[in-house]
């Protein structure tokens, strides 16, 4: 099984910290934030990962390298400029290979189990007409309006005042073909491509209740920090 950690964004929200460390090396609880989703997903038996990068990425594959040291397996994508999320796994395509990968990203912190993922990604090989399987978790406090709704297995895109709407948690499976109109190379938001999806049926999800952060300011990273080393010293 395949995943990728998304890790070419800016961080812009993340400046100061962010001008000379890419936001996935940020530290929390002694570790940077990518390592912590690294150690989730080689536990739930995703041992080849796919890493793009863009902003300072060059620190972040002198850090992991090729993760023997995280007893996984790294192939790196380097972007330069910032494709966005759908460019970025588009360009990685020859890494992923032909069948349904797992994405997250690796600025976030959550302790959500990837194995929950594994028998969605041997249904969705089994499925053509089942192109990408969300996680969706409650929305934080910055993010009221949340994005989607979830019913019976099915996540869609309601009008802006429906009530029940979930935040994407940035974990995701996809089938490649999602991925196939866009040119390697090419910036590609992933937005338009799961509102076709979902506009077809063709996306199912799972709402995800347990702890997820998206570390985006200074202030949230530093309570991240000192919650994780209080954790580790009890």
């Known amino acids: 099984m395949k995943a990728m950690i998304l890790a ?14 890419p936001k996935p090396l940020l530290e929390a609880g002694g570790r940077p934030l990518i390592e912590w989703q690294i150690e989730r997903l080689r ?11 863009a902003h300072l990425g060059e620190q972040i594959e002198t850090r992991l390298g090729d993760g023997r ?13 910032p494709l966005e999320t759908a460019g970025g796994i588009a360009k990685a395509a020859h890494l992923l290979g032909p069948a349904p990968f797992l994405v997250t990203n690796g600025d976030v912190y959550c ?8 028998p969605v990604l041997a249904a969705m090989a089994a499925d053509p007409g089942r192109l990408a399987h969300l996680v969706l978790v409650d929305n934080p406090a910055h993010h009221p309006g949340g994005d989607f709704t979830l019913a019976d297995g099915r996540v869609a895109a309601p009008p802006t005042h429906a009530v029940g ?14 991925f196939a109109g866009i040119v390697p190379g090419e910036r590609a938001k992933l937005a338009p491509l799961l509102l076709a999806a979902m506009a077809a049926g063709r996306v199912t999800g799972e709402h ?23 954790r580790i010293a009890a």
Request: hydrophobic letters at 40%; glycine letters at 12%.
């Open 111 to 118: 302790e959500y189990d990837y194995a929950r993922l594994v």
């Open 165 to 178: 709407r979930l935040t994407f948690s940035g974990i995701g499976c996809y089938r490649p073909e999602l």
């Open 69 to 81: 040291r995280l007893g996984v397996a790294i192939a790196w994508s380097p972007e330069g400029t």
């Open 8 to 21: 070419a964004g800016l961080g812009e929200r993340m400046r100061p910290l962010t001008e000379h460390t």
């Open 208 to 230: 995800y209740a347990g702890r997820w952060e998206d570390v985006g300011t200074p202030a949230r990273l530093a309570a991240l920090d000192e919650e994780l080393h209080d």
């Open 43 to 53: 536990a739930a038996g995703f041992g080849e990962l796919v890493i793009n990068h």
